[in-house]
């Protein structure tokens, strides 16, 4: 099982691979790097797993969003429908749309340029997904929607 020393190890390998050298992990493991100025980009490692956690900040939906734009994002996370084995979650104080990743630490710790190449991928998933986002937040709801906030349909 991989440790901490050997994900910063891993980071190194990718600061050196990439040029990023704001690739460095705060005390508690998390690493966040802004890119492209478009997105928030953070790895955490999960030390019990041996799984280092990637998770990127799409969008923020506001609180009367469509039904249609979660829609799309359910059916990604039950279906796997775009998501590149990736997950969706809900922020649910700031209604962002955060897309998640697992890597496996003893995979990607032995073939970086994958890594990198595997992010880049993720990040034009992000573009995809924001874009999709865009175009449902500007369509509204198809006639016959009610356009009532989705934790209201929770409650």
């Known amino acids: 099982m991989k440790t901490k020393e ?3 190890t891993f980071l190194s390998d990718v600061r050196k ?3 990023i050298a704001s690739l460095l992990p705060d005390e508690s493991g998390l690493v966040s790097v802004r890119v492209d100025d478009a997105y928030n980009v953070n790895l955490q490692f999960v030390e019990a797993t041996g799984k280092v ?3 990127v900040e799409v969008a923020e939906l506001p609180v009367d969003a469509p039904a249609a ?3 799309d994002l359910l059916a990604g996370g039950l ?3 775009d998501t590149a084995g990736g997950y969706f979650a809900l922020e649910p104080e700031t209604e962002t749309v955060v897309y998640n990743y697992f890597f496996d630490l ?3 710790a032995g073939d970086v340029e994958d890594f990198v190449h595997t992010l880049e991928k993720i ?3 992000c573009d995809i ?3 999709r986002i865009k175009e449902r937040l500007a369509a509204g709801e198809p006639s016959g929607g009610d356009n009532v906030p989705h934790h209201a349909i929770l409650a």
């Open 6 to 8: 050997d994900f910063d």
């Open 17 to 19: 691979a990439t040029g």
């Open 53 to 55: 956690l990637c998770f």
């Open 69 to 71: 734009v979660y829609r």
């Open 79 to 81: 279906f796997g429908k």
């Open 106 to 108: 003893d995979a990607v």
């Open 123 to 125: 990040l034009q998933l």
């Open 129 to 131: 997904w924001a874009e």
